[in-house]
C-alpha cells in the first residue's frame, strides 16, 4: 500500500487517491497510519490520477458545454449512457461533492454556466492541492503525462482544458518519452525477470491471461 521510511512515506496511487477522494472517515483513518510525516508520490503516480480521475472530470466538463445540450441533468443522463465503471464512478462523487452543495438545479438551463465554472475551478484546485499535499520524489520514468501543464484561466477555461487533453492524450509524443522500459530493465531487472518465469509456468486461462500478458509485455 505505502513505503515507510523514520520520517516519511511513499504512497501508490490507491492510497494517493484515498487521501484525496475516499470518505471523510476513511481519509482520517489513513492520516492516523501516515502520522503526519512526509507524503511523497513519483510522477507515474501523478499521471494516473490525472489518467483516472481528471481526465475524467475534464471529458465531462466538455459534455456538458456541448451547445445541444441544455442543462446539467441532460449531462448526466449523456455520460451514464456513454461511459460505466471508474468514469461513471468518478462524474457521480463530483457532484455529490460539488453540484448538490452549491444548490444547483438540474433541470434549470441558467445553473449550466454555473456548472461549468465550477467544474473548471474544481479542476484547478484538485491539481494545485496534489502539488502542494505530496512531494514528488525522484521521475525515474521520466513520464512526459505527468508534464503536461495544466493550465486553466477560470474566465475562459476550456482552452486550456482542451489544450491539455491534447498533450495528455498524445500518446505518440509521450512514450517517446517515457523511460520506464529502461526503468525496468535496469532497476527491476530481478523482480522482472521473475514475473515472466512465473508467467511461463502457468496454463493460459481466463484466470492468469491478464498475468501472462503483462509478462509478455515485460520481454
Same mark, same amino acid.
Given at each position: 500500500?505505502?513505503? =515507510?521510511?523514520?520520517?516519511?512515506?511513499?504512497?501508490?496511487?490507491?492510497?494517493?487517491?484515498?487521501?484525496?477522494?475516499? $470518505?471523510?472517515?476513511? =481519509? @482520517?483513518?489513513?492520516?492516523?497510519? @501516515? &502520522?503526519?510525516?512526509?507524503?511523497?508520490?513519483?510522477?507515474?503516480?501523478?499521471?494516473?490520477?490525472?489518467?483516472?480521475?481528471?481526465?475524467?472530470?475534464?471529458?465531462?466538463?466538455?459534455?456538458?458545454?456541448?451547445?445541444?445540450?441544455? +442543462?446539467?441533468?441532460?449531462?448526466? +443522463?449523456?455520460?451514464? /449512457?456513454?461511459?460505466?465503471?471508474?468514469?461513471?464512478?468518478?462524474?457521480? =462523487?463530483?457532484?455529490?461533492?460539488?453540484?448538490? $452543495?452549491?444548490?444547483?438545479?438540474?433541470? /434549470?438551463?441558467?445553473?449550466? &454556466?454555473?456548472?461549468?465554472?465550477?467544474?473548471?475551478?474544481?479542476?484547478?484546485?484538485?491539481?494545485? %492541492?496534489?502539488? +502542494?499535499?505530496?512531494?514528488?520524489?525522484?521521475?525515474?520514468?521520466?513520464?512526459?503525462?505527468?508534464?503536461?501543464?495544466?493550465?486553466?484561466?477560470?474566465?475562459?477555461?476550456?482552452?486550456?482544458?482542451?489544450?491539455?487533453?491534447?498533450?495528455?492524450?498524445? +500518446?505518440?509524443?509521450?512514450?517517446? =518519452?517515457? #523511460?520506464?522500459?529502461?526503468?525496468?530493465?535496469?532497476?527491476?531487472?530481478?523482480?522482472?525477470?521473475?514475473?515472466?518465469?512465473?508467467?511461463?509456468? @502457468?496454463? #493460459? &486461462?481466463? &484466470?492468469?491471461?491478464?498475468?501472462?500478458? %503483462?509478462?509478455?509485455?515485460?520481454?
Amino acid at each position: 500500500m505505502w513505503s =515507510q521510511s523514520a520520517q516519511e512515506h511513499f504512497l501508490d496511487t490507491s492510497v494517493m487517491r484515498s487521501l484525496l477522494l475516499a $470518505t471523510q472517515a476513511y =481519509q @482520517l483513518y489513513l492520516k492516523s497510519k @501516515l &502520522n503526519n510525516k512526509q507524503l511523497y508520490i513519483s510522477n507515474y503516480v501523478y499521471m494516473e490520477i490525472r489518467r483516472s480521475y481528471i481526465i475524467s472530470i475534464i471529458s465531462f466538463y466538455f459534455v456538458l458545454h456541448l451547445d445541444n445540450v441544455y +442543462t446539467i441533468g441532460d449531462a448526466i +443522463t449523456l455520460w451514464s /449512457n456513454k461511459f460505466k465503471g471508474s468514469e461513471l464512478k468518478a462524474i457521480l =462523487q463530483l457532484i455529490s461533492q460539488i453540484f448538490s $452543495t452549491s444548490q444547483l438545479n438540474f433541470s /434549470n438551463p441558467k445553473d449550466k &454556466n454555473k456548472a461549468l465554472s465550477l467544474l473548471a475551478i474544481y479542476i484547478k484546485r484538485f491539481d494545485l %492541492i496534489i502539488k +502542494t499535499k505530496f512531494k514528488f520524489s525522484e521521475d525515474l520514468t521520466n513520464c512526459a503525462r505527468a508534464e503536461v501543464p495544466l493550465t486553466i484561466d477560470i474566465k475562459n477555461p476550456a482552452i486550456g482544458l482542451k489544450k491539455f487533453v491534447l498533450g495528455f492524450e498524445d +500518446t505518440a509524443t509521450c512514450r517517446n =518519452q517515457c #523511460k520506464i522500459d529502461d526503468f525496468l530493465i535496469i532497476h527491476c531487472k530481478l523482480e522482472v525477470e521473475q514475473i515472466v518465469e512465473i508467467a511461463s509456468q @502457468l496454463p #493460459k &486461462n481466463t &484466470n492468469t491471461r491478464r498475468f501472462i500478458n %503483462i509478462a509478455n509485455n515485460l520481454k
